[in-house]
């Protein structure tokens, strides 16, 4: 649909009075609220998301097409929550405990309500009960966890372990500019994202 | 077993040759012999920036490579290109004030009634068999003595002013409060990355902390040397240096590990005080005091508090706001009763570092530009030959390419299809979609250009600093409107327009009238604190006033970090 194309376009330049302006001229053209999340707002970040795994887009630009992105959720979150719109998954994600950089795990969390997921985001410094007790009270399919320092890192693998002995059964997955495959299987995590755009991806995997 | 291999360096018009294994990564041994280039990414092959040329000896094989990227696997003669020479400080206009210094000299009529000089120091005087002595001394509870003469010394201290990228100094005669000379230079760390964080990381690998500090004593030594060079002194007439410098730097330059600030609460280890300068190899007088500035806390440093002092914000009309742009914008609010204080991470953008043809304010460096008869004008600092883009340039640049809407208010550059009356700009941008450039010089085969994405990390940058101050202010409770003055230090402090700097949106709109710019605040405080032992005890009083707050965890600090990308 040729609407949904324009406001696809126009969150990827980030222009967001124009996508509140459209999203709106959608809805009250009739146009399913979910249809609009899926062929507009999911594929306008997923393409930013694309661009920004292969260098061609920036951390402004992901972040300038999120603000256009909220601010359309916003109007379609109503709508959505009236027609018992599922999400495609929770996930529960922060930066972790001893580690306050945000701007890696935000976007990750942006990737990821982008994709249609519910994100709960516990922000940074959490600790690993916080995390499990999140994960169980949303009964989340995911916890993403992100840190940028090699000396917080290690507290991953701790976080790891509780939430494995406190019997939650969602995947976790783990980044950060530090972090590494190998890292991710020595702690016993279920994934490892080297981005934004591809911690979504590896996501489905595990949901399917 | 790795094959043994030789490398012949040609650094600064001189040849060494140093030896190095096979698989040993070039920028690692160029680190270690103190030979290394600038590498503001931290040798991850990200800023382009420590290129050094390579020569193959055996076939002659001439290549321009980035020194983080190579493996070594033959000999190489290895051309190191020289750092850019800072310059603009010198000349950093000094406040004036009571010469009341810690250190002085006393001369001592040596009779009956003199008291009890220290063991050391009577044997000395017994052997020079002298009626008079000379001795320098410290005030305080008790007075300290340091040295003694058999002839009138000099008693000479050192203000400093310690940063990420550049340091500067003032060599001053502490018997007459009389400044002697000025120096500056390149920060020798920085073929460790040019941010806090990036040095930060190295000092926690083996030997990275004794590494770094050394690096730091070596370049005060400098300092002081070039300071005495200039002023006809002796480096071992220095008894006291006050150094100001973010926490980092300052725990880098003692010695003391700066694990602390790479984890929550982020608390400094130390937060000042004096050290011996034989202890940090720091060649002086051996027995000399360095003073480190008392830092505010977390990455707010003793630079601040020595910015804080220079403009004796304490007694100024509130509200008012001190921004020191640097690698890290720090931000000090002084409201009606608290003073709050927090750092951004702006990145080094506005010093030159991660743009394509960034360098530091020094000669040839492309300052600003205006449009002249349909063309674009640059101006150079010191009229040089165009040899790169420096800080205000990339002010005067983005506000221009605002102004004329080769920048939309996403930070995109617009494809070239001006037409009408600015169709000449077209001929000043090239590439399309995400590779874009506006192009600023190109004769003699030089080009200097801002690229999209240098746009992005100037855009991240301006964002850092603008979201921190809004939280400041927010937090506080204060309206822009309600600060009775901004004051704005950093290395280039005193040479953006304001107008600029409002235009991108680096700063909030108010009367320009309520903006004052400052120079390099922590070089001016370094110095009050070592003339006169009052100022120095109020700028410690000060900095326990000052509270820090940690702005990144602030509720509304993502949504302002996005809406401020805006231009």
Known sequence: MEILNQISELLQKGKMKDVTELTQKSLSEGIAASKILDDALVKGMSIIGEKFKKNEVYVPEVLIAARAMNAA??????????????????????????????????????????????????????????????????NADLIGLSALLTTTMVNMKEIVTKAHAAGVTAKILIGGAPVTDNFAREIKADGYAPDAASAVDIAKTFLN | MLRNLTLTIIFQGRKKNISARAADNLLDVLRKFGMAPESPCGGTGKCGKCRVVTVEPHNKKRESVLACRIFLNCDLIVEIPEFNKYTVNSGEIIPECENKPYFFTEEII??????????VLQKKCRAADHKTVWVIKKHGCPEKTLDIFTSRPRCLGLAVDLGTTTLAAVLYDLENGKQLSQSSMASSQRAFGHNVISRLQYSLQPNGLTELQKLAAGDITRLAENCCAAANENTGDIYETVVSGNTVMMHLAAGVSPETLAVVPFSPAIMGGNFKAGHLGIKIHNEAEIYFTRAIGS??????????????????????????????????????????????????????????????????????????????????????????????????????????NILDEYGSIQEPCFSGKYKFLNRYIAGSGGSTEFIVYNQNEKKYSLTQKDLREI???????????????????????????????????????????????????????????????????????????ALREKAEQTAKKIQHKEIASHPRFQELFADNMLF
Do not use: W
């Open chain 1, 73 to 138: 959720l916003k109007i379609l979150e109503p709508e959505l929550l009236k027609n018992n719109v599922k999400a495609k998954g929770i996930i529960v994600i922060g930066t972790v405990k001893g580690d306050l950089h945000d701007i890696g795990k935000n976007l990750v969390a942006i990737m990821f309500k982008g994709a249609g997921f519910t994100v709960v985001d516990c922000g940074v410094d959490v600790s690993a009960e916080k995390f499990v007790e999140e994960a169980k009270k949303s």
């Open chain 2, 110 to 119: 040596l009779d009956e009634n003199y008291p009890v000089l220290p063991d």
């Open chain 2, 459 to 533: 855009q991240m940058a301006k964002s850092a600093i603008r979201s921190a101050i809004d939280i400041m202010l927010l937090s506080a409770e204060i309206r822009p409107d309600d600060l009775k003055c901004v004051y704005i230090a950093g290395a280039f402090g005193s040479a953006i327009p304001v107008a600029d700097a409002l235009s991108i949106g680096l700063l909030p709109k108010l009367p320009p009238g309520k903006f004052r710019f400052c120079g390099n605040t922590s070089l001016q405080g370094s110095c009050l604190m070592l003339a006169n032992m």
């Open chain 2, 299 to 404: 990455f707010v440093g003793g630079d601040i508090t020595s910015g804080v002092l220079a403009l004796n914000l304490a007694d100024a009309p509130r509200p008012l706001l001190f921004i020191d742009i640097g690698t890290n914008g720090e931000i000090v609010l002084f409201g009606e009763e608290k003073i709050f204080a927090c750092s951004a991470a702006a990145g080094p953008a506005f010093e030159g570092g991660n743009i394509s043809c960034g360098m530091s304010a020094a000669g040839g460096a492309i300052s600003s530009v205006k449009l002249m008869d349909q063309a674009l004008r640059i101006t150079t600092i010191n009229n040089a030959q165009p040899a790169g883009i420096c800080g205000s340039g990339i002010f005067s640049l983005t506000a221009f390419m605002k102004e004329y």
